[in-house]
């Protein structure tokens, strides 16, 4: 099992970060019991044993981990359908967490926990297919985040082999969905960026919404998922060409950023996703190389940005050993390069006021 107790060294620890990607949550024993039934499906089996371990990640355990040596910033915090309202509207119970968030960014800010301000943008989740009534929900999460609110992640995820995503599965082709279209046509109304979540099969679906929308800003989480379980074990080296076609035809469309990282989801099949013990930052690097250096090349290091993905990417090795592996491929960029990779793009994409 990975190891948070004694993480690597970092590298090159004064390079200024902003993590364009973590949650927060309390998962109840409930919860966790639930998420190991079988029919849960393959990804979420494999996490069951960090998610038991990070059961508990709130503003104490995220900055327990970010003052592990390298030099964070800001973050950015992403949607974990945690802490929402336990009573009233049901459509307005998601606005328990943008609350809980801005008050865990309003203790950052205070200076009181260092200077790295935690949460200086919030991305929450809301369920688009209300149509044009999600306007009032958008409107609540705005009010909620005290300024700080600046997008919405939609999960599409969806595979035709049920045994990767279970129950947890959406409806095929959701980007597609006329009520979900209508709900995110709102969302330049309110100035909100999209976080898009979805297997590599389904990046078509994206390209898509893009170019039907092209005035929103599309985050593409996680390098577009690659696919290495279930239906698709064995066969990501043959699907690698297929996922650089899909990124190559993204990379076109001036309103997408990719975030990379997340690679410590199951979803790919990668070694270090199936194993309990820690990876090295040289071992992620290795087997993250070809896809970081693929999205770096065709979207240009303006539109990349780096993501701890934290506490779930715990499950591949501790958050400093992450940081070095992102570090280590990146290590003949210049300056500029690394300056826009590890801080500027998510500064800009998530329009963050650090000026402070």
Known sequence: ???????????????????????????????????????????????????????????????????????????????????YRADGPSQLRSVGEVEFVNGVAAMSASGLFGQARVCSGIVSG?????????????????????????????????????????????????????????GFSKLSTFKLSFDALLLEPQ?????????????????????????????????????????????????????????????????AGFASELTHLPASSIQLATQWKPYVETCITLFGPTRCMFESNFPVDAAIGSYSTVWNAFKRLTHGASINEKAALFSGTATRAYRLDLAS
Not at 146 to 153: D, K, N, P, T
């Open 1 to 83: 099992m990975p190891s948070d107790i004694t993480p690597e060294a970092p590298i090159d620890p004064e390079l200024p970060i902003v993590d364009a990607h973590h949650h927060l949550w309390l998962l109840p024993e409930t919860a966790l019991c639930a998420m190991e039934s079988p029919s849960l499906g393959l990804a979420t089996a494999i996490l069951v044993p960090t998610l038991r371990r990070r059961s508990r990640y709130l503003f104490e355990e995220y900055l327990a981990d970010i003052n592990s040596g390298h030099n964070i910033r800001a973050s950015v915090f992403v949607e974990a359908h945690a802490m």
């Open 126 to 182: 809301i369920d688009l297919r209300a149509g044009a009534p999600v306007e009032s929900v958008l409107a609540a999460h705005i009010q909620a985040g005290g300024g700080r609110l600046r997008g919405v992640r939609g999960n599409a995820l969806f595979d035709e082999d049920p045994s990767i995503l279970g129950p947890a599965g959406n409806i095929p082709h959701l980007y597609r969905d006329a009520s979900f279209r209508e």
């Open 203 to 267: 990046l078509p679906d994206l390209l898509d919404l893009a170019q039907a929308y092209p005035e929103t800003t599309i985050i593409l989480n996680h390098a577009g998922c690659p696919a290495g379980i279930g239906r698709h074990e064995g066969k990501r080296a043959a699907r690698f060409p297929l996922w650089k076609e899909y990124m190559t035809l993204l990379s076109r469309c001036e309103n997408i950023y990719v975030k990379i990282g997340g690679f410590g989801i199951p979803f």
